[in-house]
Protein backbone atom coordinates (compact mmCIF):
# COMPACT_ATOMS: atom_id res chain seq x y z
CA UNK A 1 0.00 0.00 0.00
CA UNK A 2 2.82 2.49 0.75
CA UNK A 3 4.43 1.95 -2.85
CA UNK A 4 1.06 2.89 -4.78
CA UNK A 5 0.78 5.55 -2.26
CA UNK A 6 4.41 6.87 -2.98
CA UNK A 7 4.01 6.16 -6.89
CA UNK A 8 0.51 8.37 -6.90
CA UNK A 9 3.01 11.17 -4.85
CA UNK A 10 5.47 11.02 -7.56
CA UNK A 11 2.96 10.63 -10.44
CA UNK A 12 0.98 13.43 -9.06
CA UNK A 13 3.89 16.00 -9.07
CA UNK A 14 5.32 15.09 -12.06
CA UNK A 15 2.10 16.16 -14.26
CA UNK A 16 2.24 19.17 -12.34
CA UNK A 17 6.07 19.88 -13.11
CA UNK A 18 6.45 22.50 -15.82
CA UNK A 19 8.20 20.15 -18.36
CA UNK A 20 4.47 18.80 -18.19
CA UNK A 21 3.16 22.17 -18.47
CA UNK A 22 1.45 22.86 -21.73
CA UNK A 23 3.16 25.80 -23.79
CA UNK A 24 1.77 28.95 -24.06
CA UNK A 25 1.24 30.81 -27.45
CA UNK A 26 3.57 32.99 -28.82
CA UNK A 27 1.64 36.13 -29.90
CA UNK A 28 2.30 37.88 -33.01
CA UNK A 29 0.75 41.09 -32.03
CA UNK A 30 1.91 40.88 -28.13
CA UNK A 31 5.32 39.62 -28.28
CA UNK A 32 7.00 39.52 -32.16
CA UNK A 33 5.74 42.93 -33.65
CA UNK A 34 7.19 44.51 -30.96
CA UNK A 35 10.52 43.06 -31.27
CA UNK A 36 10.53 43.47 -34.94
CA UNK A 37 9.11 47.19 -34.81
CA UNK A 38 12.44 48.16 -32.39
CA UNK A 39 15.60 46.36 -33.92
CA UNK A 40 14.15 46.00 -37.55
CA UNK A 41 11.82 48.70 -38.17
CA UNK A 42 13.60 51.35 -39.18
CA UNK A 43 15.17 49.73 -42.09
CA UNK A 44 12.26 47.26 -42.74
CA UNK A 45 9.90 49.87 -43.17
CA UNK A 46 8.63 52.32 -46.37
CA UNK A 47 11.72 54.09 -47.30
CA UNK A 48 14.20 51.85 -45.06
CA UNK A 49 17.72 50.99 -47.03
CA UNK A 50 16.24 46.83 -45.46
CA UNK A 51 13.09 47.62 -47.40
CA UNK A 52 14.69 48.70 -50.33
CA UNK A 53 17.50 46.27 -50.63
CA UNK A 54 15.43 43.39 -49.73
CA UNK A 55 12.10 43.64 -50.38
CA UNK A 56 11.37 42.69 -46.41
CA UNK A 57 8.76 45.21 -44.53
CA UNK A 58 8.59 44.32 -41.14
CA UNK A 59 5.70 46.60 -40.24
CA UNK A 60 2.93 44.33 -40.84
CA UNK A 61 2.34 40.46 -40.34
CA UNK A 62 1.73 39.97 -43.98
CA UNK A 63 4.76 42.00 -44.86
CA UNK A 64 6.98 39.30 -42.80
CA UNK A 65 4.92 36.24 -44.50
CA UNK A 66 5.62 37.84 -47.97
CA UNK A 67 9.43 37.20 -47.55
CA UNK A 68 11.72 39.10 -49.69
CA UNK A 69 12.49 39.44 -53.14
CA UNK A 70 14.52 36.37 -53.10
CA UNK A 71 12.08 33.97 -50.98
CA UNK A 72 10.31 33.55 -48.05
CA UNK A 73 11.42 33.92 -44.48
CA UNK A 74 9.74 32.35 -42.41
CA UNK A 75 8.50 28.76 -42.68
CA UNK A 76 5.85 28.39 -40.27
CA UNK A 77 6.77 25.23 -37.57
CA UNK A 78 9.96 25.20 -38.11
CA UNK A 79 12.37 27.24 -37.34
CA UNK A 80 15.88 25.58 -38.66
CA UNK A 81 14.91 26.25 -41.88
CA UNK A 82 13.28 29.79 -41.46
CA UNK A 83 15.32 32.52 -43.27
CA UNK A 84 14.71 34.93 -40.55
CA UNK A 85 16.15 32.65 -37.95
CA UNK A 86 19.09 32.09 -40.27
CA UNK A 87 19.83 35.94 -40.38
CA UNK A 88 19.01 36.36 -36.49
CA UNK A 89 21.72 33.62 -35.41
CA UNK A 90 24.19 35.13 -37.01
CA UNK A 91 24.34 31.99 -39.10
CA UNK A 92 24.72 33.33 -42.41
CA UNK A 93 27.87 35.90 -44.31
CA UNK A 94 28.89 38.17 -41.94
CA UNK A 95 27.02 40.59 -44.53
CA UNK A 96 23.72 39.06 -44.37
CA UNK A 97 23.55 39.19 -40.62
CA UNK A 98 20.83 40.87 -39.45
CA UNK A 99 20.29 43.63 -37.60
CA UNK A 100 22.78 45.22 -40.17
CA UNK A 101 25.48 46.79 -38.65
CA UNK A 102 24.33 46.59 -35.26
CA UNK A 103 24.04 44.66 -32.29
CA UNK A 104 22.28 41.28 -32.49
CA UNK A 105 19.30 40.25 -31.29
CA UNK A 106 19.38 38.83 -27.33
CA UNK A 107 19.14 35.35 -27.06
CA UNK A 108 15.73 36.21 -25.43
CA UNK A 109 14.50 37.90 -27.83
CA UNK A 110 15.34 35.43 -30.61
CA UNK A 111 14.75 32.45 -28.56
CA UNK A 112 11.09 33.95 -28.61
CA UNK A 113 11.01 34.40 -32.43
CA UNK A 114 12.13 30.61 -32.69
CA UNK A 115 9.14 29.91 -30.65
CA UNK A 116 6.63 31.12 -32.77
CA UNK A 117 7.34 30.39 -35.69
CA UNK A 118 7.99 26.58 -34.41
CA UNK A 119 3.91 27.25 -33.00
CA UNK A 120 2.96 27.58 -36.59
CA UNK A 121 4.11 31.59 -36.91
CA UNK A 122 0.60 32.40 -36.80
CA UNK A 123 -1.21 35.87 -36.61
CA UNK A 124 -2.48 35.71 -33.09
Known sequence: MKINVFA????ALG?????????EPVSFAEDIQPI????????HQ?????????????????????????????VAGDPVTSNLMVLIDGKADKS???P??????SSCDR????????????KN
Not at 36 to 43: D, E, H, K, N, V
Not at 47 to 74: F, R
Not at 111 to 122: E, N, P, S, T, V
Open 36 to 43: LQIRCGTC
Open 46 to 74: AGGAGLEQSGLDLTTYEGLMKGTKHGAMI
Open 100 to 105: HGKKKL
Open 96 to 98: LQM
Open 15 to 23: LASPAFAKE
Open 8 to 11: AAIL
Open 111 to 122: DLIRKWIKQGAK
